[in-house]
């Protein structure tokens, strides 16, 4: 079984940063694929960021430009820095990872097997 545990979400200012981290725990697990999607109230989940255990990354349009994804592989752990927030970025951010080799360059919920529990980010204006 595989855990991912996502932390770091909180209230801030728009304008203002968050760095978000998901941590995995379970059995041996070495993830070819992380990523972050988020979903804010009445909507549905979306891409937000993903990176490959070579180090691409891949971005939705709203978030380049202010969000880096980074990852930790021998902590099998994976970051999302959030620069200049907006209130639109309001939202649950959920930490995804997937196990086997991806070729796609569309990344969306089906791309991934494990998923953590969630963590709100509240951006105010």
């Known amino acids: 079984q595989v855990q991912l545990v996502e932390s770091g979400g909180g209230l801030v200012q728009a304008g203002g940063s968050l760095r978000l981290s998901c941590a995995t725990s379970?059995?041996?697990?070495?993830?070819?694929?992380m990523g972050w999607f988020r979903q804010a109230p009445g909507k549905e989940r979306e891409f937000v960021a993903a990176i490959r255990s070579g180090g691409s990354t891949y971005y939705a349009d709203s978030v380049k430009g202010r969000f880096t994804i980074s990852r930790d592989n021998a902590k099998n752990t994976v970051y999302l820095q959030m620069n200049s927030l907006k209130p639109e970025d309001t939202a649950v951010y959920y930490c995804a990872a997937r196990e086997g080799y991806y070729s796609g360059l569309r990344w969306t919920e089906s791309s991934f097997t494990f998923w953590g529990q969630g963590t709100q980010v509240t951006v105010s204006s």
């Open positions: 379970g059995r041996t697990f070495s993830p070819y694929a």
